[in-house]
């Protein structure tokens, strides 16, 4: 994808470009506070929570790697729960 086409570009690991997606952020948090074993409503709420708050941030960027989401991730993580913040940089280690 174009940088000049994305409204938020995310620019991964290996250079590619594409569109910033809160789904994505949402699904990835979601995942973690499901494996610690947390109620799937609170956790959705949580997770919907940290998606629009890290779209709000990104918004401020326009280009961000998705290194620097991931982190922004974890940090907001850690202040709802530290286990789950360890959940996600455990799965973002391995993939």
Known sequence: MDKMKCKICAVKKGGKIEEFSEKKVYLSCYKSFLVSKMEKEKAKELCKKIATQIKEWAKKQR?????????????????????????????????
Do not use: G, Q
């Not at 620097?68 to 530290?82: A, C, F, G, H």
């Open 63 to 95: 280009e961000l790697t998705t290194k620097e989401i991931s982190e922004k991730i974890i940090s907001l993580l850690n202040k709802k729960d530290k286990k789950v913040a360890y959940m996600y940089k455990s799965f973002k280690d391995i993939s």
